[in-house]
């Protein structure tokens, strides 16, 4: 077994407003004007083969808020929770976190409770900390006396794993439910740290959470449920582990891509994927990934989505036109600008 361990670079992507439907504060009411079309919010009009999104439609619009303001956050989000983040498109990114997916997308809670712990958030430091593994800078005042090589080193009383290489690195969060309760950092025989418990037991499922013994008699655990996985017997490894559609699937660089009829996404060392045809939809690669639903009326990249009106965002979520006040967050509405599109600040 290895450990999850990828330090890599942001990858990019681009685009570009008439209200038709608001939705009234925080709680995802909707209020229609004019007879225009209307967006459900995304725990009501599931269709067969889907489940709920993530987040609601507004902690979507805060969790994208905090996606476009922090530059190392959607990579850190993909590595972590293998949500595809667009950080380019606005509303692609509320898309993938606030729209419904497939019904057998595993781990729904879990992930959703560290979505909205992002949503919350009110600092980039604040929002990379919900997550297990967050991409840093190797200028990030957080690495002043800490190892500077590919090895890392402990930090924070135990509490994390600092690698804070050039020009850039990760800490790892050892209190994050993606490891067993109690979790700590310590050093192997060959002085590496990680974030793991004692005594050592066997390679086991324990629900969704994979733990099993390293060598040097420390106890490494991963939340599989995290990433969308299952934790379960794999055949053709003749163990427990993190599995994708019943097998073990690896692979070696942050990408979100379309194969078939579902999107992919590898965070460094798994796959996982979100199936689009378990509800009739297909995996649109144009632009940055996504799975396009039937009866869709708009696209994320469409020439008048995200565009601001005022302080009134117009949007494309769920295939359908929407317009979101950003007053309701106490935000403002910014125009498309340095490659990223218009949306809530």
Known sequence: MKLRVVVLGIGSAIALVAACTVFDGLDGKVVTEGGSDVVVPNDAGLIQGEQPGYLSFADGVAFCSNVFACPQLATSVEWSLDVPTDGNHFSSCVDWVSGPLPKDRNGHDTTAAILQCIAK???????????????????????????????????????????????????VHCNNAFFTSGSTCLYDDAGLPWCVTLPCGAQQCLGDMLSY????????????????????????????????????KTCNSLAVTCSGSTVEICDGYFVSDYDCAAYGGT?????????????????????DVDVCTANSL??????????????????TCAAASGGQSGHCQ
């Not at 600092?123 to 005042?141: G, R, V, Y």
């Not at 002043?144 to 290489?165: E, L, R, T």
């Not at 991963?222 to 794999?234: A, K, P």
């Open 121 to 171: 958030a009110t600092s980039c430091t604040a929002a990379s900390a919900c997550l297990w593994q967050e991409q840093i800078l190797s200028t990030d005042p957080r690495c002043v006396g800490k190892d500077a090589g590919k090895n890392g080193a402990c930090g924070d009383d135990g509490g994390s794993v600092y690698f804070c290489g050039t020009p850039t690195g990760s800490i």
């Open 213 to 248: 013994c390293g060598n040097d008699g420390l106890q490494y655990s991963q939340n599989c449920g995290m990433g969308g996985m299952t934790c379960g017997f794999d055949t053709k490894e003749g163990f427990d582990d993190c599995l994708t559609n019943g097998s073990r």
């Open 283 to 303: 995996c649109d690669q144009t632009g940055f990934p996504r799975c396009k639903r039937p009866n869709e009326s708009c696209t994320p990249l469409d020439g």
């Open 314 to 331: 117009t949007m494309c979520v769920n295939g359908q036109k929407s317009s979101f006040d950003c007053t309701t967050l106490g935000k």
